[in-house]
């Protein structure tokens, strides 16, 4: 049985990528997950801001990058808050390199186009496989227009593109008016891969003090319908490669996803509760399904649920909608 899969043009030895998180912050959980049966592992973001402040603190003249546009520097984390600081995350992934076979794909996290992607020219050197550039920004000015936000997305993809040699993908948030038009801009502008979805930390209030509470909170099964969704859209009319991110538990959930059309999925909340040792549980869920079914690899099923099979995929969407709220009953 074959459960290997090609993403970003990368063959890996099964379809379970860990996603960006802590689990990539030591060789040796890094080792402990490859073991498992991940087939390529994500690196935390190295952020935009974080990039910046670091470069803040070394300058000769601070104050004068501080006029230049330090962007309420209080609202971000201490440069020491940050778990690996860029000279750390280029050696990190020297050290993962070292000690993996598996393919180590660093993150770049950013909104517009700047100075910080340089750094994707020095993951690049340092060894990364690929990079993920994730994306995520909450526009809130009402003078920016949604063309304003993706025009500087798309020049962000061109720019760290055009740096490097190494395949690129990028993670979206699901905010969009038209996201298969996007994503098609996104492809031909350079992107390898797209990832769905970027979570959405959303914050709470604290209604004894009056301010926001943000808490990180895992992901939960619940989260992983609006991913099969575009998933299933995005598969038939997108060419580049696409990952499933947030909301996958158990063997059903990785299933799901590779038959909406996810060439891998990326796991990190059900391994940060169970262990890395339960990507073999999922594994072999997906193996056992696999067998039951006659399927010798994971292309023979890989977006059979897609709308492919949809003539007319706006009027599925509408009569699946209308479908479900008449099924209310007083």
Known sequence: MDLSTSYLGLKLATPLVVGASPLADDTHTARLVQDAGAGAIVMRSLFEEQIYLDELSHAPRPHV??????????????????????????????NLKDALTVPVIASLNGCRPGG????????????ADAIELNLYQI?????????????????????????????????????Y????????????????????????????????EQEPETRL??????????????LAILSPQTKCSLALSGGVHDG?????GI?????????????????????????ESLRKWMVERGYESITDFRG??????CADAGAFERGSYQRILQNWRI
């Not at 990326?266 to 549980?281: I, K």
Request: charged fraction near 25%; hydrophobic fraction near 45%.
């Open 139 to 175: 526009p809130t000015d009402p003078a920016t227009s949604g063309l304003d936000v993706e025009a500087e997305m798309l020049e962000t993809v061109r720019m760290v593109k055009s740096s490097v040699r190494i395949p690129v993908a990028v993670k979206l948030q699901p905010f």
């Open 259 to 283: 038959l909406a059309g996810a060439h891998v999925v990326q796991l990190v909340s059900v391994l940060l509760r169970h262990g890395p040792r339960f990507l073999a549980t999922l594994t």
């Open 116 to 127: 910080w992607i340089d750094y994707a020219r020095r993951f690049q050197t340092a060894g």
């Open 252 to 256: 059903g959930d990785l299933i799901k």
């Open 217 to 230: 909170r895992l992901s939960d099964p619940a989260e992983l319908l609006l991913r099969l969704r575009w």
């Open 304 to 309: 059979a649920m897609n709308l492919d099979r």
């Open 65 to 94: 990058l501080a006029a230049n546009g330090c962007r309420e520097r209080a609202m971000f984390p201490e440069p020491s808050d940050y778990q690996l600081n860029p000279d750390q995350y280029l050696r990190q992934i020297e």
């Open 177 to 208: 008016t038209a996201l298969a038009h996007f994503a098609q801009k996104l492809t031909r502008a350079g992107a390898d891969g797209i990832v769905v979805f970027n979570r959405f930390y959303q914050a709470d209030f604290d209604i004894a």
